[in-house]
């Protein structure tokens, strides 16, 4: 069983819908929780980074943790057309050094 | 520009050849990491250096591959004598001193082994 698990999609809603993006992760240990986004052929940008269970937002985002269920979201409200890039979820815990473990990337496109 | 700097942005190697990529870090970051992504793949840990340590290679193959970060200069992945299946991307992750999960990524290596 791979450390962290994500659909790969591809997801394509319309603009203006609410996405829901999902991870499942099977390390109870991880402490720390990243979404990052990644446009075609450039790096991960860093979108959320939250410690533990509860919820973060920032501006049009949010993210959700439940350690319970070991279970990990990002939402976009009034999704635009330039959300669209691969959106990785990462985890790490502070007895692994923290390098991440990141899932394999859920494909979204918003359709104007 | 205070971001992740990594270079070259391409580059293509033939079998059996070194190829040397290079990155700085943030600046007043100290922890540097790598990362490879696959085609089709997600992004694996390859190694997690301090300024002229290696705290965790655990993600590193066992041979060809070497990285440093010394105390002036970039931090160097090196991966002697490629092969094709090196071909990937390459990057590189910086985070503060306090080494907790926050990382930024530089723009990648794309490395083409002929």
Known sequence: ?112 | NAGVMQNPRHLVRRRGQEARLRCSPMKGHSHVYWYRQLPEEGLKFMVYLQKENIIDESGMPKERFSAEFPKEGPSILRIQQVVRGDSAAYFCASSPGTGQGEQFFGPGTRLTVL
């Open chain 1, 1 to 112: 069983q791979k450390e962290v698990e994500q659909d790969p999609g591809p997801l394509s809603v319309p603009e203006g819908a609410i996405v829901s993006l999902n991870c499942t992760y099977s390390n109870s240990a991880f402490q720390y929780f990243m979404w990052y986004r990644q446009y075609s052929r450039k790096g991960p940008e860093l979108l959320m980074y939250t410690y533990s269970s509860g919820n973060k937002e920032d501006g049009r985002f949010t993210a959700q943790v439940d350690k319970s269920s070991k279970y990990i979201s990002l939402f976009i409200r009034d999704s635009q057309p330039s959300d669209s890039a691969t959106y990785l979820c990462a985890t790490s815990n502070s007895n692994s050094g923290y390098a991440l473990n990141f899932g394999k990337g859920t494909s979204l496109l918003v359709t104007p």
